[in-house]
C-alpha cells in the first residue's frame, strides 16, 4: 500500500544504523541496580543520558507519598477535569505552583509536551503570529503548527534578527506570542532572556518562556532562568515540566494573567486527555517541596556539570558554550558519532545519540545530562569512557 511508501526513507536509516551494529532506539534497562546505574546488554551500565538534574526518581519520601495517593486513591484518574473532575491534589499543586513561583495561578497539564501544545494553541490562533526561536523543542513547533496562527523563527538567541522581525509586524506585535526556553535542550545553553524581555516590553508583545531544563537548575530558589536573570515579572507564562528535574511526568503553566483560568476552558490538550494519576500528582508535590528545601542538590549538580564540561573540554572535545547540566559533545559526521555512542555503552556509559534533523546545526551529538545523583565515580567512569574514544580515531573534533 502506498500509505506506507513514505516509511521507507526512517526503514533505511535504521537499517544502516543496524548495520553497524547499533540499536539506538531501542535500548532497554533490563533493570536497575542504583538510580543513576542499570543493565543494558547484559551491563551494568551508567545512565548518563536521563534528564534526572536533581536525582529525585529513587527519593524515598517521593516514593512513600505515590505508595499512599496509590492506596488511597487509585491507579489512574480516567479522565479529564473538565469532564470527569478534578482530585483536590491537582488543585493543591496548582497552589503550590503558583506560590512557589509568586504568581497568581498555575494550571497542571498531563505532560510537559501537553502543557506546551495547551498554552500555545490556546494564546495564539488565526489573525496571531507565533515568533519563536530557531532552537526550540519539537513541542513549539508541533504547538505552533497546531495553533493556525502565522508563525515565524528568528536566529537562535540572535536579539537583533527578533528585533527586526517585531519592527515589521508593525501593529501585529500587539497579537504577538514570543516563545524561547530557559536552558535549550540539545546544547544547554541558556535563551538571553534580560534582552528579550526588553524588546518584548518595547514592542507591546507576550512572552512565553518554557523552563523545562532550568526549573531546579537555574535561580536560587530554583524557578529557572527567569528568576536567574531578574527578569520573572516581564515574562508573561511560564511553562515547565514535571519530568526532569522533578522526576515524575506532567506539566504545568504559571502566570499573573487572570485569562490563565479561561484557558482550562479553551485549550484542548487541556480538555481532551485524562489528568495526572494521584500517584504522579502525590510525588510531584514532594518533588516540589524537596527542590525548594534542598539548595544543596542544585549546587551538587554544578559541581558535577562543571567537573565533567572541563574535562570533556580539556580532552579536546567541542561542546557548547558553557557549563550546563547538559553537556553535547557535537561532533562532524553520523559515522562517528554511531561508533563512538556504541564505544560508550561497551564501556558501561549511556548517553543520547542525537542525529540531525533532531540536532541544531545539522551535525550529530553526543548528550550527556549530569545529574546531582551522579557520584564522583560516576562522574570519573563517564569522563574515562569519553577518554578512550581518542583511541577509536583521529580526534572527534567538529573545526
Ligand atoms: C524544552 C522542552 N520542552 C518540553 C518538553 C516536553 O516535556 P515532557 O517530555 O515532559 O512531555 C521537553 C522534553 O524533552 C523539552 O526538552
Not at 34 to 50: K, M, Q, S
Not at 94 to 115: D, H, M, N, P, Q
Not at 214 to 238: M, N, Y
Not at 381 to 387: G, T
Request: charged content about 20%; glycine content about 8%; overall charge neutral.
Amino acid at each position: 500500500m502506498a500509505i506506507f511508501d513514505k516509511f521507507r526513507p526512517v526503514s533505511l536509516a535504521l537499517q544502516d544504523l543496524t548495520n553497524c551494529g547499533v540499536d539506538s532506539v531501542n535500548v532497554v534497562m533490563e533493570h536497575f541496580t542504583a538510580p543513576f546505574e542499570a543493565v543494558i546488554n547484559g551491563r551494568r551500565t551508567v545512565l548518563a543520558g536521563t534528564n534526572n538534574y536533581l536525582g529525585l526518581t529513587f527519593d524515598q519520601e517521593c516514593i512513600r507519598t505515590a505508595c499512599e495517593a496509590l492506596q488511597q486513591e487509585g491507579t489512574g484518574t480516567t479522565g479529564s477535569r473538565m469532564a470527569n473532575g478534578n482530585y483536590a491534589a491537582h488543585i493543591a499543586l496548582e497552589r503550590e505552583l503558583a506560590e512557589f513561583f509568586g504568581r497568581k495561578g498555575a494550571i497542571v497539564f498531563s505532560t510537559g509536551y501537553v502543557a506546551i501544545l495547551g498554552m500555545i494553541t490556546a494564546l495564539a490562533g488565526p489573525g496571531d503570529v507565533i515568533l519563536i526561536d530557531s532552537d526550540c523543542h519539537a513541542s513549539i513547533y508541533d504547538g505552533c503548527r497546531l495553533a493556525g496562527a502565522q508563525f515565524m523563527l528568528f536566529k537562535h538567541n540572535n536579539i537583533n534578527d527578533l528585533e527586526k522581525r517585531l519592527r515589521r509586524l508593525g501593529k501585529q506585535t500587539e497579537n504577538t506570542l514570543i516563545v524561547v526556553e530557559g536552558i535549550y535542550s540539545m546544547l544547554g545553553d541558556r535563551a538571553m532572556l534580560s534582552d528579550i524581555t526588553e524588546v518584548k516590553e518595547k514592542y507591546g508583545a507576550c512572552l512565553l518562556v518554557d523552563e523545562a531544563h532550568s526549573l531546579g537548575v537555574l535561580g536560587k530558589q530554583g524557578r529557572g532562568l527567569a528568576e536567574e536573570a531578574g527578569v520573572e515579572d516581564d515574562v508573561d507564562f511560564i511553562v515547565g515540566t514535571f519530568s526532569k528535574s522533578l522526576g515524575t511526568i506532567g506539566g504545568f503553566c504559571v502566570s499573573n494573567h487572570p485569562q490563565l483560568e479561561l484557558i482550562r476552558c479553551v485549550s484542548r490538550p487541556y480538555i481532551f486527555t485524562a489528568s495526572p494519576s494521584p500517584s504522579i500528582i502525590a510525588s510531584t508535590r514532594t518533588a516540589l517541596k524537596i527542590l525548594r528545601t534542598h539548595p544543596e542538590l542544585r549546587s551538587r549538580l554544578w559541581e558535577n556539570a562543571r567537573k565533567l564540561y572541563q574535562r570533556l573540554k580539556d580532552m579536546g572535545f567541542v561542546l557548547g558554550p558553557a557549563p550546563s547540566p547538559i553537556i553535547s559533545v557535537r561532533l562532524k559526521d553520523k559515522g562517528k558519532a554511531v561508533a563512538f555512542w556504541k564505544k560508550l555503552l561497551e564501556r558501561g556509559v549511556y548517553v543520547n545519540m542525537v542525529l540531525p534533523p533532531a540536532t541544531p546545526d545539522g551535525n550529530p551529538l553526543l548528550r550527556c545530562s549530569v545529574s546531582a545523583g551522579h557520584t564522583p565515580e560516576q562522574v570519573e567512569q563517564i569522563s574515562e569512557a569519553f577518554a578512550s574514544l581518542w583511541d577509536v580515531s583521529e580526534p572527534p573534533l567538529m573545526s
